[in-house]
């Protein structure tokens, strides 16, 4: 059966394409200049389909491209049969199927949209929506990528401590004398910024950057595949879990040594109480800590969205 391709909308409207299947069984559509079908579309990919002839009908297959094929407004990820009429969309390219053979039902006029068949319209738009979350999810890992790995280069705790006011006047002279012959400007107050490579920082980049080739595989190869959804989610928790683990222990230490008895059997917590009376210290949270959270929760979340995609994705395939 011969049929044309009648390009209706996209960059090369008015084009048209004669597939016979007399001459060839197999006609490659991309923006190769090596495709059979050559289109002038910078959103379809190099190789982008194969439309077969099977002995009765021709077939459209899809070659794993990043925009992926329609027909009807559906994306097809199997091989699918085109009837005269339907419209297939590749890129920002819609061509309408018209049979050329004499005898044959008379095709639709090029203007005039294919009527959708049963269901379609329903998975169209569910089509529609999974493509929207697809994005939003990485949307959302872009902007994990992004926290993650300026966060692992920023501080993360300043910690400061100084003596008590009451304490500073008596030993302001000695501190002063001792901080002249350091080199130092004061020992009366001190102050340190732990940064985010001194501790997880180190994790938290390696994370961004395998979430980042996770993400551009993801993009380009598509689609219906768990994989990147299992690497979003399982490095997030991993990371999350490795700190929440550290911050278990630390609290447990900690604990045990304000229990810990030393002479006479003063415990060391009663020590430390008494030396908070002429210490102050003080923790502030600084920027690479919000950014490595918010991070987290941002790749947490588009690996969720991801599965969804992946699940339903293979559900609605036709």
């Not at 209706?8 to 008015?14: H, L, R, T, Y």
């Not at 002995?55 to 070659?63: F, I, M, S």
């Not at 699918?80 to 419209?87: A, I, N, S, T």
Request: net charge neutral; glycine share 12%; proline share 5%.
């Amino acid at each position: 059966m011969k049929v044309r391709l009648i390009c209706q909308e996209g960059p090369g409207a008015g084009d048209a394409y004669s597939l016979d299947p007399d001459q060839q069984t197999v006609y490659s559509v991309g923006r190769s200049s090596e495709c059979d079908l050559v289109l002038k579309d910078q959103r379809s990919s190099r190789h982008h389909a194969d439309i077969r002839w099977t002995g009765g009908q021709w077939q459209v297959v899809d070659r794993g491209s990043t925009n992926g094929s329609f027909v009807n407004g559906l994306q097809v990820h199997r091989p699918y049969e085109l009837r005269p009429g339907d419209r297939l969309t590749i890129g920002e390219t819609t061509m309408v199927v018209q049979q050329e053979q004499a005898g044959q039902p008379r095709p639709r006029p090029e203007h005039a949209p294919a009527a959708a068949r049963p269901g379609e319209a329903q998975t169209a738009r569910q089509s529609s929506g999974l493509s929207a979350v697809f994005w939003l999810a990485q949307g959302l890992v872009t902007a994990a990528v992004i926290c993650l790995a300026a966060g692992a280069f920023l501080p993360w705790i300043e910690i400061t401590g100084s003596l008590s006011r009451d304490l500073q006047p008596l030993v302001q002279g000695i501190a002063d004398l001792i901080a002249s012959l350091s080199g130092q400007d004061s020992l009366l107050h001190v102050s340190q910024r732990i940064g985010g490579l001194d501790g997880y920082g180190k994790l938290t980049l390696g994370i961004a950057a395998v979430s980042a080739l996770a993400l551009v595989v993801d993009i380009f190869f598509y689609r219906r595949s768990v994989v990147p959804a299992v690497v979003y989610l399982g490095t997030g928790i991993v990371s999350i879990g490795a700190m929440g683990f550290d911050l278990a222990n630390y609290y447990r230490y900690y604990q045990d040594l304000r229990d810990l008895s030393l002479l006479f059997g003063i415990r060391l917590g009663e020590v430390v109480q008494v030396f908070d009376h002429f210490i102050e210290m003080e923790a502030t949270p600084m920027p690479g800590l919000f950014l490595t959270g918010a991070g987290l929760l941002l790749l947490l979340a588009g690996g969720i969205g991801r599965l969804v995609v992946a699940v339903l994705g293979r559900r609605a395939t036709p």
